[in-house]
């Protein structure tokens, strides 16, 4: 079952994405717009079905957990993937603006693991940051570089064939994305019984590798056609929308609570790689082949960490 909400989320994902992409271009909205609504929060489709569902059936620890695997990994593993094969570099606005804010959000996560719950009034705050955060950026992002980029995020995402055909794509990958969230959520209970383990591992793990796997292939056919900082604007911006977004629109579902482990462990550690990330980049504009060696490495040893933990 895990397995299979792997491939149904990545492909519904995937499809739902470009179908929303298609359809806003046909309707002759702006590349920039589409770039910081859609393809920013599209990417983040598999992340929100998953968490919510989990609310819905009273596994909290899955709904956040994924969110904070799901941030580590695009850190380490996603980003460490695309360094490996191809270094990059990435441009100011990206890395100072986009990656301050995922840090100040990281810590505005560490802060609710301390006050130990993510209730309905906050989820309505953090549904309200992304929105400021996402009009900051349309009113701040007119530079050639920043256009340049949306540009081509649009033309990566496209269906060919038109309107209808974009529409069908769309609504064929929100089906997708909904029951390939619930058998992925179901699976990862199922395994976290049979292994004895907690949920919330599962979600750090296994569940945030798949809902993560549609910004690895996107991030690494990216960096093979040569827009990596396209595929890292769109990281950075998917880390964002996981905490204000998602885990506001899943606190409206249903309150949740952070357990102790969660906000002792997994959520600093979310920050420290958030931290590492854009020390990696700061240091040349980019990150080299021996930076993405390093993220890869350090995935593996906290993945080895949480179920030895």
């Not at 002792?264 to 979310?270: G, H, K, L, V």
């Not at 790689?273 to 993405?292: D, H, K, P, T």
């Amino acid at each position: 079952m895990l397995l299979a909400g792997f491939i149904v989320l990545g492909l519904a994902g995937e499809a739902l994405l470009r179908g929303a992409v298609t359809l806003a271009s046909a309707l002759r909205v702006s590349p920039l717009v589409i770039g910081l609504t859609i393809i920013a929060f599209g990417t983040s489709a598999p992340e929100l079905t998953v968490s919510i569902s989990a609310a819905l059936n009273g596994q909290p620890d899955i709904s956040i957990g994924n969110v904070v695997g799901s941030n580590i990994a695009n850190i380490l593993l996603v980003m460490g993937a695309m360094a490996v094969v191809s270094p990059f570099f990435v441009n100011r606005g990206t890395l100072g603006r986009d990656g301050g804010f995922m840090f100040a959000v990281s810590i505005l996560l560490l802060l609710l693991g301390l006050y130990g719950e993510i209730d309905q009034v906050v989820g309505i705050l953090l549904l309200l940051g992304i929105v400021g955060f996402s009009f900051y950026l349309y009113t701040t992002a007119r530079d050639a570089e920043d256009q340049a980029e949306a540009e081509a995020g649009v033309d990566e995402n496209l269906v060919p064939g038109g309107p209808l055909v974009a529409a069908l794509v769309l609504l064929l990958g929100i089906a997708g994305v909904v029951g390939g969230a619930e058998l992925m959520v179901d699976g990862a209970v199922a395994l976290a019984r049979q292994w004895g383990i907690s949920e919330a591992v599962i979600a750090l793990s296994l569940v945030a590798i798949g809902t993560s796997l549609p910004e690895l292939a996107v991030s690494l056919v990216a960096a093979i056609r040569g827009h990596a900082g396209l595929a890292v604007g769109n990281i950075i911006g998917s880390n964002i929308s996981n905490i204000l977004l998602i885990l506001g629109a899943t606190a409206l579902v249903a309150p949740l609570p952070i357990s102790d482990m969660l906000a002792a462990r997994d959520i600093p550690i979310m920050v420290g790689v958030a931290g590492l990330g854009l020390v990696f980049m700061a240091s040349n504009r980019g990150m080299s082949r021996l930076e993405g060696g390093i993220s890869l490495a350090l995935y593996a040893a906290y993945m080895g960490f949480i179920f030895s933990a």
